[in-house]
């Protein structure tokens, strides 16, 4: 099995256990980081549903709970007709732990159907340069 393989399988496992009886919008995400190690997460609804969490946010906890803070690559897949590409808040979770260059993969329901630098969905991301006066 190839590491893109391994990665759509681990994102497809965790979305398994996404709880959305709001959206009802399974999501899973799993995360390459620079230890080789996959680390996976789903969305998380809440009655209050603000307080819900995203798939990409539980995946990259997860990772730096293991000490990990670099992603290698990342995939995201849901269960819609579409693709979905992460959300505004997630892109930036993901900038605070890759490169312009890391590769986004968006998943269907049964394989990945685009890879896309995380610089083309996030070209002028908030950096801790930008905090520098
Ligand atoms: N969702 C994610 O988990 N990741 C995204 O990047 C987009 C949206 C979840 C949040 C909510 O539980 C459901 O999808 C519908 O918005």
Not at 5 to 18: H, P
Not at 38 to 66: F, H, K, W
Not at 97 to 119: C, E, G, P, Y
Request: aromatic share 6%; hydrophobic share 40%; with cysteine.
């Amino acid at each position: 099995m190839s590491q893109l393989e391994k990665l759509f399988s681990a994102a497809t496992e965790a979305k398994k256990n996404a709880y959305a009886p709001y959206s009802k919008f399974a999501v899973g995400c799993a995360v390459l980081a620079d230890n080789d190690k996959i680390y996976t997460g789903c969305n998380v609804e809440n009655i209050s549903y603000p307080c819900g969490t995203c798939a990409e946010a539980g995946a990259i906890a997860a990772m730096n709970l293991d000490g990990r803070r670099k992603i290698k690559e990342i995939l995201i897949t849901a269960d819609g007709q579409d693709l979905i590409a992460p959300c505004g808040a997630c892109l930036q979770r993901i900038a605070e732990f890759a490169d312009s260059a890391t590769l986004v993969h968006l998943a269907d329901t049964q394989a990945v159907r685009k890879s896309i630098k995380l610089s083309e969905l996030l070209p002028f991301a908030f950096k801790e340069r930008s905090l520098q006066s």
